[in-house]
């Protein structure tokens, strides 16, 4: 199979030097796709800004912005038969982008505007057909509701449950939901094993 995994976070630019980001370091997904290439996937690797080496074997694409992210997932979807999308896209970004640093005045407040950006993951699951969509809600407090939500909204197969305390974490544990009615209490565990039970659950063992 040709498996498409997005990882890491995007950072979304308010000015030359500063931006908008998350806290996510990458390893679940850099987690995944190692769990795919193991068992003789063809991995693509879309990334945001991390401090992670890629995995030995990957399509690796290194992008910033969601904008960015959706463009090359858009590129290689149409050749993947599985999606993994694990990356913490920014849910917002700056309406605009200022060519110069922005000066700090005092005792002067400040307004952002900010513009929503787009839903990778919904996106690309729309056009899935038969093909496998397995997303990650990070949520505070129990977050179910809202992970059924999306697991459902989005057109997925899975989703994993997380919570705040997981990002920069290498220990984790997943709630993972599927559109079938299953449900499994993941962990805690590190990344690595989890991610390759993850790959278990998803694809089935003939995979």
């Keep these: 199979m040709r498996v ?3 990882a890491g976070p995007t950072r979304e630019p308010l000015d030359p030097v500063r ?10 997904g850099y987690s995944i796709a190692r769990a795919l290439l193991a068992r003789g996937h063809e991995v693509i690797l879309v990334s945001g800004p991390t401090s992670l080496k890629p ?3 990957v399509v690796l694409e290194a992008v910033e912005t969601g904008r960015q992210m959706l463009t090359a997932c858009r590129k290689h979807w149409k050749t993947c038969d ?3 999308g694990v990356a913490a896209v920014a849910d917002y970004r700056p309406a605009k982008v200022s060519k110069r640093k922005l000066k700090k ?9 900010l513009v929503s950006n787009p839903d990778i993951l919904a996106t690309l699951a729309r056009s899935k057909g038969k093909r496998l969509a397995f997303g990650f809600a990070l949520e505070s407090g129990s977050g179910l509701t ?3 939500r999306k697991l459902r909204d989005k057109n997925l197969d899975w989703i994993a449950l997380n919570g705040p305390e997981a990002q920069g974490s290498k220990i984790s544990s997943l709630r993972v939901l599927g559109a079938d009615g ?6 805690p565990a590190n ?3 989890l991610a390759r039970t993850l790959v278990r659950t998803a694809l089935g063992s003939n995979y």
């Design 55 to 57: 995995p030995k074997g």
């Design 105 to 113: 005045t005092e005792n002067v407040s400040k307004t952002l505007e």
């Design 82 to 84: 599985a999606l993994f």
């Design 19 to 28: 931006f908008l980001g998350n806290r996510s370091s990458g390893r679940m």
């Design 191 to 193: 990344k690595e094993a």
């Design 182 to 187: 299953s449900d499994h209490l993941l962990g």
């Design 4 to 6: 498409l995994v997005t």
């Design 146 to 148: 809202e992970a059924l």
